[in-house]
């Protein structure tokens, strides 16, 4: 199974931007379609995007549409989201994680997580 791990998460103001790296290791990377996740306190996970093996094809939720951009780089075994005009509605534990196939665009397409990073938006 794939291990992850989140990294770049922190406080900004709100209109900032910031950038959430997610290192891969155990199996071959460039196989998982990957994706990004955040969970609020009191709220259920919600899937933000998703990116394809190859980083061809994308999606993204209509919250963060715009303004989030997902991509990877499979020669490192990392994925990016970065995240600009953020707002204080996103702060959240932000998650990455791994597709159980070549599906991305559902929240049951994925499964397995890595520990979380927090993301503080401060008005």
């Known amino acids: 199974q794939v291990q992850l791990v989140e990294s770049g998460g922190g406080l900004v103001q709100a209109g900032g931007s910031l950038r959430l790296s997610c290192a891969a290791s155990?199996?071959?990377?460039?196989?998982?379609?990957m994706g990004w996740f955040r969970q609020a306190p009191g709220k259920e996970r919600e899937l933000l995007a998703g990116?394809?093996?190859?980083?061809?094809?994308?999606y993204y939720a209509d919250s963060v549409k715009g303004r989030f951009t997902i991509s990877r780089d499979n020669a490192k075994n990392t994925v990016y989201l970065q995240m600009s005009s953020l707002k204080p509605e996103d702060t959240a534990v932000y998650y990455c994680?791994?597709?159980?196939?070549?599906?991305?665009?559902?929240?049951?397409?994925?499964?397995?997580w890595g520990q979380g990073t927090q993301v503080t938006v401060s008005s």
């Open positions: 994680a791994a597709a159980k196939s070549t599906y991305y665009r559902r929240p049951s397409d994925f499964g397995s």
């Open positions: 155990g199996r071959t990377f460039s196989n998982y379609a």
């Open positions: 990116i394809s093996w190859s980083g061809g094809g994308t």
